[in-house]
C-alpha cells in the first residue's frame, strides 16, 4: 500500500522491483454484467489487455465497490504483493519496475509520440464515453442511471448516482467538454478516430509489429463503444467508418482475449 | 467580402516584455500572426463589459469564453497546410501538452500562494478598472480553487505537485527532443497550432517575474525548447520591449535585505560565535588588566 508520501512511494517501488510477479495478483472492477459503466469497463479491459500483451497472471475480482477501494477513486486497480495500484499509466510504470516493458525496443520519438496519443484517447474518447452516459439524457435514465444504482438499496441508489454525476459534471466543466453538444462531442471522436487511423497506416500495431500500452488503451475503448449496447449507437457507427481501427480491436481481442464476440 | 476585414482581437494588456500576459490571448494572437491575418488589437481592462480574450471581425463574435482557442483555430485554420498524419500528430500533441503543462502552470499563477499573492493578484487588480477588478478576481480565484480540488483529486498537495513536475519534465523531454535537430517549427518547417500553444505557455512561464521560480528553472533545463521560443519571439514579435506597468519586479521577487541589516547581522553574530568560542574554552581572549587600587 503506497504511504502517500512521494519519497517512501519511490522507495517501495525500487524494493518492490527486485521481487518477481506474484502469482496471485488480484484486478479489482465493478460488475461487469449489471454494475459497470461504459468508461469503467473500457478501462479495466485496457489494464486487462496490457496485463495479457505482458504475458502476466492475474485474477480479475468483481466487487461493487471497487471505486471505493481504490486509492485513486478510479478503476481498476490491481493487487500485487504490498501494493495496490490505480489506472492504466502507474501500473505500466510498477510493472516496467519488474523489468517488463512493451516499449524497450521503440525510439524516443516514437515514445513521445505513444504518450501524445495516449492523451488524445484519455482526452477525447473517455471525455466522450463520460459525456455520453452522464449528460445524454436517453442514456442517463435507460442505461447509467439503473446500472450505476443497481448494487445499492433505496434511497442510496439515487443519492450515489446524484453524488458521482455531480462529479463528472464538475470534471467535464473544468475540462471545457460540459459546454459542448452533443454533436460536437461526435465530431470529437471522429477526429480522434482518423488521427488514430491516419497514424496506424495499415500497420498490424501502432508501432510495428508488437503491441504497447497505447494499443491496449484503444483496445479497451473501442471493443467497450463497439460492444456496449446503448439508446442511441451514433458513436459506435462512427468507429465502424475506420475499418483499420476495427481490425486492431479484433487483432487484440484475437491474440490476447481469445473469443469471439466481435462481428 | 468579410473575408477581407480585418479581425478584432480583443486581448489581455502586454507587459514584462510579453505582448500579452494571458495564454489564451497570447495564443490567439500567434495562431493569427502565423496564418498571416490581418489584424486589429485592442487591449481590455474590463472583462465584465465584453470577454478578454475575443475574437470577433465585422461585428461579428467568432470566438470567446471556454472554447475561444478551439474557436480561434478552426476560424483560422492553421493546421489545414499540413498532411493527414501530421493534422493528427498535431492534435494528440496539442492534447498532451494542454493536459501536462498547463493544470501546473495553473497551479503556479492561480494557486502558489507567494506567486498568487505578489504577482498574480497585483496585476490583475492594477489592470482591471475598479471596482470591477475586485469582482473579477473573487469568482476567478474560487472557480481556481474548484478547479484545483479537481485536479488533486484524493492526493495531497505534495503527491499532486510531486506527479505534476515529473509528467512536466517528461513533456517538457519529449518537445525538447522533438526540437533537437533545429527545425523551425514542432512538425517540422510549417507553423501549426501546437506551435502556437506550447510557445505562448513555455514563453509566459519563462517571463512572468514570479518569486518562486521552481517552473522556470525546469523548463531552463531543456535549451532546444528554449532556442525555439527565443527564435519564434524573434519571428513574430521583434518589436515588443520589457517594461514593467503594473507590477514592479522589485516587489515580486524576494526583497533583498539592505547593507545596513546586513552589517548588523554579521557584527551579531561574529560577536555571539566569539561569545561561544570564548565561554567554551575554545579560544581565551585575554582583556587588558585594569589597575583601580589607585
Known sequence: MFSGTPLLDKIQYELGAQEPWPKDVKLYQPYEVEQILLPDNANCLAVQAFLRMCNLTFEVVSKSNAEFMSPSGKVPFIRCGAFVISELEPI????????????????SDQKSDMRAYMSLVHNVL????????????????????????????????HLQTW??????????????????????????????????????????????????????????????????????????NIVRNFPSLINLVQRVEKDYFKRDTMR | MSELLPFSLRIWEADFGL???????????????????????????????AAIPSLTRNNK??????????????????????????????????????????????????????????????????????????????S??????????????????????TQSYEAVSCCLEDFNTLLADRRSYILGELPSGLDAIVYSYIKIALSLPVPDVRLQNTIKNYKYLCQYVRNLTRRYYPE???????????????????????????????????????????????FPKINLSR
Open chain 1, 92 to 107: 505500466v510504470q510498477f510493472v516496467n519496475t519488474k523489468g517488463i516493458s512493451l516499449t524497450s525496443e521503440l525510439e
Open chain 1, 126 to 157: 473517455e471525455n466522450s464515453e463520460l459525456y455520453l452516459c452522464w449528460c445524454d439524457k436517453e442514456t442517463y435514465n435507460e442505461v447509467t442511471k439503473p446500472r450505476n444504482g443497481s448494487v445499492y438499496p433505496w434511497p442510496l441508489n
Open chain 1, 163 to 236: 453524488t458521482k454525476k455531480s462529479h463528472v459534471i464538475k470534471r467535464l466543466k473544468m475540462m471545457g467538454w460540459f459546454s459542448k453538444t452533443i454533436d460536437q462531442v461526435y465530431h470529437e471522436v471522429e477526429n480522434c478516430c482518423q488521427a488514430l487511423a491516419d497514424r496506424l497506416e495499415g500497420k498490424e500495431f501502432f508501432f510495428g509489429k508488437n503491441p504497447t500500452e497505447l494499443d491496449a488503451l484503444i483496445f479497451g475503448h473501442l471493443f467497450t463503444i463497439l460492444t456496449t449496447p446503448l439508446p442511441n449507437s451514433h458513436i459506435a
Open chain 2, 19 to 49: 505582448p500579452t500576459v494571458d495564454p489564451n490571448s497570447l495564443t490567439a494572437l500567434t495562431i493569427l500572426k502565423m496564418s498571416n491575418a490581418n489584424v486589429r488589437i485592442t487591449y481590455g481592462s474590463c472583462p465584465q463589459y
Open chain 2, 61 to 138: 463574435l467568432l470566438a470567446e469564453g471556454s472554447d475561444f482557442l478551439e474557436s480561434v483555430l478552426s476560424v483560422c485554420n492553421l493546421d489545414s497546410q499540413l498532411d493527414g498524419r501530421l493534422q493528427g500528430l498535431s492534435m494528440a500533441y496539442k492534447r498532451y501538452f494542454l493536459e501536462t503543462f498547463e493544470p501546473l502552470f495553473f497551479y503556479d499563477c492561480w494557486i502558489h500562494k507567494p506567486n498568487y499573492e505578489q504577482l498574480i493578484r497585483p496585476w490583475y487588480m492594477s489592470a482591471i478598472t475598479f471596482p470591477f477588478n475586485f469582482l473579477y478576481m473573487k
Open chain 2, 140 to 161: 476567478k480565484r474560487r472557480q481556481a480553487v474548484e478547479r484545483y480540488h479537481c485536479l488533486k483529486k484524493m492526493r495531497t498537495r505534495e503527491n499532486f505537485l
Open chain 2, 240 to 286: 515588443v520591449e520589457v517594461e514593467y506597468k503594473h507590477v514592479q519586479p522589485e516587489t515580486a521577487v524576494n526583497e533583498r535585505a539592505s547593507t545596513l541589516t546586513l552589517l548588523i547581522a554579521a557584527i551579531s553574530a561574529s560577536t555571539l560565535m566569539m561569545a561561544y568560542a570564548h565561554i567554551n574554552g575554545i579560544i581565551h581572549l585575554k
